[in-house]
């Protein structure tokens, strides 16, 4: 899924901009209204909602309060970031402000923007907007750059005006706003032809729908999963950019007197990066005690092998969390 950010200083018309991609693109767009809507399905609650909104946040003078706010911050963080990957591991994403560019700086497919402009020409272009004389204009313009810059070194610990954080730096008061979005999607459309961007590629059927080109392994492979629990566990570390093999070697766990082998073991996945075998069960807990059986052999011949089981409780955890709808 392909996620784009855009970062801009009040007045430069990121707003408009972030709209218009949306529009153009297809694309879910992310800003306060939706944020606010939305988190409070995640837990945060409405006063939360306004004391971390997009701005610089002062902290209570008490020591108790302090340590609150400590944990509402700490709260407010784990569902933020929770409720943007829910969605991007889903839908199409612009993302403006709140940090976006930091929580997916990691995140290939993601084109992080910065719009900026001129201060005379963010002067002018809030005077219009919202009816004020230029010094109201300046003032407004001057809290708001310092609330968002406060924001992101507060919340993120980064430099709002690192422009290492971005693909992209547009100044409007060169390039009007059409040709803003233009340029973003121009550069969106490049991540996608080379391949840079997570949407899956499609396959025609013989009906003339698309559906999802099968899933591949670190190798290129695509492997064919013995249960439909396997294809979702693949896909979400595909999300995640995590390597993984598909039962890539089998365990001799048993052997009978004349040396063959009578029993063997191919745990579900490898992740070659981390060096971990991953087996997953969905069973029911009366049915796993065979699996588990099979692990702590492998583990007593094997010592040098790491390997994790993922019971069907946690499994199903991480579906929930991740958005992703189990199949039978």
């Given at each position: 899924m392909a996620v784009i950010t855009i970062s801009r200083q009040f007045g430069s018309g990121?707003?408009?901009?972030?709209?218009?991609?949306?529009?153009?693109?297809?694309?879910?767009?992310?800003?306060?209204?939706?944020?606010?809507?939305?988190?409070?399905?995640?837990?945060?609650?409405?006063?939360?909602?306004t004391i971390f909104d997009?701005?610089?946040?002062?902290?209570?003078?008490?020591?108790?309060?302090?340590?609150?706010?400590?944990?509402?911050l700490a709260s407010y963080l784990e569902n933020l970031q929770n409720f943007f990957y829910d969605l991007a591991i889903r839908e199409n994403l612009v993302i403006l402000g709140r940090g976006g560019q930091?929580?997916?700086?990691?995140?290939?497919?993601?084109?992080?923007?910065k719009i900026i402009a001129p201060l005379k020409s963010r002067i002018e272009r809030v005077c219009w907007q919202y009816d004020l004389d230029e010094a109201a204009a300046a003032r407004l313009i001057a809290e708001q750059d310092e609330d968002r810059k406060e924001y992101l070194r507060f919340f993120f610990g980064h430099d709002w005006l690192n422009f290492d954080l971005y693909h992209l730096v547009l100044n409007t008061g060169l390039i009007d706003l059409d040709e803003s979005v233009s340029l973003i999607i121009e550069a969106t459309r490049f991540k996608e032809d080379t391949?840079?961007?997570?949407?899956?590629?499609?396959?025609?059927?013989?009906?003339?729908?698309?559906a999802p080109v099968s899933l591949q392994d670190a190798t290129g492979t695509a492997p064919v999963f013995a249960h439909p629990s396997e294809e979702e566990f693949a896909r979400m570390?595909?999300?995640?950019?995590?390597?993984?093999?598909?039962?890539?070697?089998?365990?001799?766990?048993?052997w009978d007197s004349e040396g063959n082998i009578a029993e063997a073991f191919s745990p579900d996945f490898y992740?070659?990066?981390?060096?971990?075998?991953?087996?997953?069960?969905?069973?029911?807990?009366?049915?796993?005690?065979k699996k588990n059986k099979k692990v702590r052999r492998l583990k007593e011949l094997y010592p040098h092998v790491s390997i994790?089981?993922?019971?069907?409780?946690?499994?199903r955890g991480l579906l929930h969390k991740y958005g992703i709808n189990e199949k039978e």
């Amino acid at each position: 899924m392909a996620v784009i950010t855009i970062s801009r200083q009040f007045g430069s018309g990121g707003e408009f901009i972030a709209q218009e991609i949306s529009r153009k693109l297809g694309y879910l767009l992310v800003n306060k209204a939706m944020i606010s809507d939305r988190l409070q399905e995640f837990g945060v609650s409405e006063p939360e909602l306004t004391i971390f909104d997009e701005k610089k946040v002062v902290y209570a003078e008490d020591e108790a309060d302090h340590m609150g706010e400590d944990n509402q911050l700490a709260s407010y963080l784990e569902n933020l970031q929770n409720f943007f990957y829910d969605l991007a591991i889903r839908e199409n994403l612009v993302i403006l402000g709140r940090g976006g560019q930091v929580l997916f700086k990691d995140f290939p497919p993601a084109l992080h923007v910065k719009i900026i402009a001129p201060l005379k020409s963010r002067i002018e272009r809030v005077c219009w907007q919202y009816d004020l004389d230029e010094a109201a204009a300046a003032r407004l313009i001057a809290e708001q750059d310092e609330d968002r810059k406060e924001y992101l070194r507060f919340f993120f610990g980064h430099d709002w005006l690192n422009f290492d954080l971005y693909h992209l730096v547009l100044n409007t008061g060169l390039i009007d706003l059409d040709e803003s979005v233009s340029l973003i999607i121009e550069a969106t459309r490049f991540k996608e032809d080379t391949g840079l961007t997570d949407a899956p590629e499609l396959e025609t059927l013989p009906d003339g729908e698309t559906a999802p080109v099968s899933l591949q392994d670190a190798t290129g492979t695509a492997p064919v999963f013995a249960h439909p629990s396997e294809e979702e566990f693949a896909r979400m570390l595909d999300f995640y950019r995590i390597e993984w093999l598909y039962e890539p070697k089998t365990f001799p766990l048993e052997w009978d007197s004349e040396g063959n082998i009578a029993e063997a073991f191919s745990p579900d996945f490898y992740l070659p990066e981390q060096d971990l075998y991953v087996e997953l069960t969905t069973q029911k807990q009366k049915l796993v005690w065979k699996k588990n059986k099979k692990v702590r052999r492998l583990k007593e011949l094997y010592p040098h092998v790491s390997i994790k089981i993922i019971y069907g409780r946690d499994y199903r955890g991480l579906l929930h969390k991740y958005g992703i709808n189990e199949k039978e």
